[in-house]
């Protein structure tokens, strides 16, 4: 009997919270309304919040609501974990209200629900773009604002992320090979090396490197009698570029050995 009283009782606030939030959701007193609505953020119930700012926002706009009626609908979706609209909310806050009570940070949570909505390296990457062009406007606006350190830290992971991409990207041009006739093994080479420029300090310099050694090899071995001997000579220099970055790296085996089998056919042919 005692656990059902205590069901009834919490059903009957549920029902209650739920008749005064479609009843304030009706209501022409956008005061009441508004506060409401911030009373809902302030008990974590995000989706009522921000429902009822999306109708405030444009009504509340030149007045002096409007500023802070904004950035707490952008923080509202924010906290439902709606990153990618929360993102745009906050930069159309800094880019409204540019000197703004909360431009900096409208601007850093901008750059973080962007960097929180990325997704997935095999995925399309427009998002991580913004996170990082979001992210360094941020620290461009604010160098020593209070938040740098970690913008700096998720701009470092999204690139990294990127060259992920990349790698993934690369590997697919040395899987398809000498597919019809066409060589994707030098569309491997190109994709990673492009990479290496673009993320300099990227963890996964070894991959690349060992990917462009193997894509120069398998363009050699799979090339016709007239061009073998050049091709094998552009594996030893990629060999070199490998183990002169790793000389203990982890595919200095593999490396050795396509190093011996090019070095062979060069000794060979001479």
Known sequence: MKKKAVYLFLLLLICCSCGEYYK?????????RYQYAKKCFDNGKYNRAYTLLEDLVAVFKGTDKGEESLYLLALSHFMAKNYDTAGDYFATYYRSY??????????YYSGLSYYNDSPDPRLDQSITYKGIEELQM?????????????????IVNLQEKLAEKELLNATTYFNIGNYLGRNYFESAVIT????????????????FLMLILRARFQEAEESIREKKGDRYRNTIDEYYAYINEFPNGKFKKEADNIFNKASKYIDNAE
Do not use: F
Request: charged fraction near 40%; hydrophobic fraction near 20%; proline fraction near 6%.
């Open 24 to 32: 304030i959701q009706k209501s022409t007193d956008l005061d009441a």
């Open 98 to 107: 540019p000197k703004g009570e909360y431009t900096e940070r409208a601007r």
């Open 138 to 154: 941020y620290l461009d606006y604010y160098p020593r604002g209070e938040k740098v350190k970690e913008a700096e830290e998720m």
């Open 192 to 207: 990673a090396q492009n990479a290496l420029k673009s993320y300099p300090y990227t963890q996964k310099k070894e991959e």
